[in-house]
Nanobody
Framework: QVQLVESGGGLVQAGGSLRLSCAAS????????MGWYRQAPGKQRELVAS?????RYADSVKGRFTISRDNAKNTVYLQMNSLQPEDTAVYYC?????????WGHGTQVTVSS
C-alpha cells in the first residue's frame, strides 16, 4: 500500500503565495514521477505540474508555480506564487510507482479577489 498525504492548502488573497507538500509512504520501491493536479467545481481534473523524466507545467501556471522533489523524503512540493482566483481548486498529489498511479485525498486552495 502507498499513501500520499497533502498539506499546505488554505485561503489566500489574490497575488499571494502558498506552498503545497505531498509525502508518500508505504510500500515504496521507486517513485518514477510525482505531480500535482487540480479540480475546480464543475471542471475536469487537470495537470498542474509533474516531475519525472522531465518537468512539465500547465500553460496557465508557467512562471508562477514551481514543482520540486526531495527524493530522500519521498516528497513533492508545489510553490505557488501570484495566485489568482482562477487557481481556486482542490489540489491532488499524484505518484507513479512501478507503473501504478496513486492519488492523495486533496487539499483545498481558495484564492479570494
Amino acid at each position: 500500500q502507498v499513501q500520499l498525504v497533502e498539506s499546505g492548502g488554505g485561503l489566500v488573497q489574490a497575488g499571494g503565495s502558498l506552498r503545497l507538500s505531498c509525502a508518500a509512504s508505504g510500500s515504496i520501491f521507486s517513485i518514477n514521477a510525482m505531480g500535482w493536479y487540480r479540480q475546480a467545481p464543475g471542471k475536469q481534473r487537470e495537470l498542474v505540474a509533474s516531475s519525472g523524466s522531465r518537468i512539465r507545467y500547465a500553460d496557465s501556471v508557467k512562471g508562477r508555480f514551481t514543482i520540486s522533489r526531495d527524493n530522500a523524503k519521498n516528497t513533492v512540493y508545489l510553490q505557488m506564487n501570484s495566485l489568482q482566483p482562477e487557481d481556486t481548486a482542490v489540489y491532488y498529489c499524484n505518484a507513479e510507482i512501478l507503473a501504478k498511479y496513486y492519488w492523495g485525498h486533496g487539499t483545498q486552495v481558495t484564492v479570494s479577489s
